[in-house]
């Protein structure tokens, strides 16, 4: 798939959440603020294409209904903490657009301050928080490097709800 593929998919799935959300054509006239006329950021779980799949299957069926994200991460890629109502659009590991996420609540803890709500939130694993600390700890040691991990590593919950479809 080409990159003007993507980019037509990518604004006939905006398009369609648009409407879905009550967002028509009239509102650009009428009175729509410029943020909501262009589409959203658009992202994907994970560091690869499998895992990416994978999470996104746990959003769909209901399961994950947060993320997790270090600060380093969002620092090194230049992107700003999530705010509550914004809205994102994730795409699979193939890059195709599969929902609409509205933020509900964003807090920023130390690593080693998650709690047990958030990590059975996460929906991944066995949901617990031993699980949680465990495979976060590896997934961020892979990503950031080792020497960038640390029990205090700042991160970024944020809590979201599926939207579209």
């Given at each position: 798939m080409g990159v003007d593929d993507r980019d037509e998919r990518m604004a006939q799935f905006w398009e369609a959440a648009r409407g879905h959300l009550g967002l028509g054509k009239l509102d650009m006239v009428v009175?729509?603020?410029?943020?909501?006329a262009v589409a959203p950021p658009a992202w994907s779980f994970g560091d690869n294409a499998r895992l990416a799949d994978e999470l996104l299957g746990l959003v769909l069926t209901g399961r994950k209904t947060a993320t997790a994200t270090s600060m380093l991460e969002l620092e090194d890629a230049g992107d700003p903490v999530p705010?509550?109502?914004?809205?994102?659009i994730v795409v699979d590991g193939a890059g195709e657009p599969r929902a609409l996420l509205r933020t509900t609540q964003v807090e920023i803890a130390p690593f080693d301050e998650v709690g047990e709500d958030f990590?059975?939130?996460e929906g991944e694993d066995d949901r617990s928080l031993a699980?949680?600390?465990?495979?976060?700890?590896l997934y961020w040691r892979r990503v950031l490097g080792d020497d960038r991990f640390s029990p205090r590593l700042p991160v970024v919950q944020e809590r979201f709800e599926v939207v579209y479809p």
């Open positions: 009175g729509m603020q410029a943020e909501d705010r509550v109502g914004d809205l994102s990590a059975f939130a699980s949680w600390r465990t495979q976060h700890e």
